[in-house]
């Protein structure tokens, strides 16, 4: 393996770490306001968008890990 394919994947593997925990913050946010809905009575409107906000990120979560390889047979 060269120099110049272990840089790319240490790389490519900061860049997802980065992105997960940009998502992975999002994601406390928007359950910190479902909560904070749920606590507060009459939003549900708030809460409902909240909840799919919430489960936007979650797919964005999934689909960016990385696929899985398949060993043996």
């Given amino acids: 393996m060269t120099l110049l394919t272990r840089l790319r994947r240490a790389s490519s593997l900061a860049r997802r ?3 997960f925990t940009v998502l992975a913050r999002r994601l406390e946010g928007q359950m ?7 606590a507060a009575g009459g939003g549900r ?12 990120t ?6 960016s890990r990385p696929p899985r390889v398949r060993r043996g047979s």
Avoid: K, V
């Avoid at 910190?32 to 749920?38: M, R, V």
């Avoid at 409107?45 to 936007?56: F, H, N, P, Q, S």
């Fill in 17 to 19: 770490a980065s992105r």
């Fill in 32 to 38: 910190a306001e479902i909560d904070g809905a749920s």
């Fill in 45 to 56: 409107e708030r809460r409902e968008r909240a909840m799919a906000e919430a489960a936007l």
């Fill in 58 to 63: 979650l797919a964005e979560i999934g689909a």
